[in-house]
């Protein structure tokens, strides 16, 4: 098999016990993939993530309701950060760039071809999804869920559970589109019904139809809650970085 395929190299690796060696150079694939994104996103600013489908169009009515949404966020202040692909993604992108607000992806390496999108100011390329969600997590200070499929939904959770659990702060989340995302909300409500999860833990989200009631939630709980401020990183001439113009 060949293991420079990165595909493949999580499949042997999810395959059960390899090599010392293989299960060693995989982990060092893995930590290269961390540090590609950490150098292409250390001057991201505090971020807004937005999860969605990369199955619609420009006139589906989520894709605009997307831009709206990403131009909204960026006149907050935020630098707007997706996936990096096609879809809602470069919908919120596209928005953010409508206002002249900063505007980051971070694609995932498919065998499917998936190109970044064209409204972005800056994107890295990641191997593996499981670092890939981790930097889109990292970097964010509240996250808005569009429609979307299986991808979409696991974000969602893995954003959702790590504030439940405490890991990381309770940054606001909201789920975009009620008629959509019934069945779900719905499940969650059994979820509390049978106790597998608590009743407060339903407050960890908005659900809404308004992009104004959307950002309003965002600058309360996050921005006001949290204080935000944000102290721009200097380059480090060792890292041979240098300060990013689309920063400016």
């Given at each position: 098999m060949n293991t420079t395929d990165p595909t493949k190299s999580e499949i042997r690796f999810l395959e059960g016990p390899q090599s010392r060696w293989q299960e060693f150079t995989f982990t060092v694939k893995v930590m290269l993939d961390f540090i590609r994104g950490f150098r292409a996103l250390h001057f991201a600013g505090p971020c807004v993530t937005i999860f969605g489908s990369a199955r619609f169009g420009e006139n589906h009515p989520d894709y605009i309701d997307a831009r709206k949404m990403g131009a909204a966020i960026a006149k907050l202040g935020f630098t707007v950060m997706t996936g990096g692909g096609p879809g809602i993604m470069e919908a919120a992108n596209r928005g953010a760039k409508d206002v002249g607000g900063?505007?980051?992806?971070?694609?995932?390496?498919?065998?499917?071809?998936?190109?970044?999108?064209?409204?972005?100011?800056?994107?890295?390329?990641?191997?593996?999804?499981?670092?890939?969600?981790?930097?889109?997590?990292?970097?964010?200070?509240?996250?808005?869920?569009?429609?979307?499929?299986?991808?979409?939904?696991?974000?969602?959770?893995?954003?959702?559970?790590?504030?439940?659990?405490?890991?990381?702060?309770?940054?606001?989340?909201?789920?975009f589109d009620?008629?959509?995302?019934?069945?779900?909300?719905?499940?969650?409500?059994?979820?509390?019904?049978?106790?597998?999860?608590?009743?407060?833990?339903?407050?960890?989200?908005?659900?809404?139809?308004?992009?104004?009631?959307?950002?309003?939630?965002?600058?309360?709980?996050?921005?006001?809650?949290?204080?935000?401020?944000?102290?721009?990183?200097?380059?480090?001439?060792?890292?041979?970085?240098?300060?990013?113009?689309?920063?400016?």
């Open positions: 900063r505007s980051l992806g971070c694609n995932i390496v498919l065998p499917m071809e998936q190109t970044h999108n064209p409204y972005l100011d800056a994107w890295v390329n990641i191997n593996y999804f499981f670092v890939r969600k981790t930097l889109l997590i990292k970097y964010s200070y509240a996250f808005i869920v569009m429609p979307g499929g299986f991808g979409t939904l696991d974000e969602y959770f893995e954003a959702l559970t790590l504030i439940q659990t405490g890991k990381i702060s309770k940054f606001p989340i909201v789920l009620k008629a959509y995302h019934e069945p779900l909300i719905k499940h969650i409500e059994k979820m509390k019904a049978e106790g597998t999860i608590s009743p407060d833990d339903l407050k960890l989200f908005l659900i809404t139809d308004s992009v104004e009631e959307a950002v309003e939630h965002i600058r309360e709980n996050s921005i006001m809650q949290f204080g935000l401020t944000y102290k721009e990183p200097k380059p480090s001439i060792l890292l041979n970085e240098r300060r990013p113009i689309w920063f400016t």
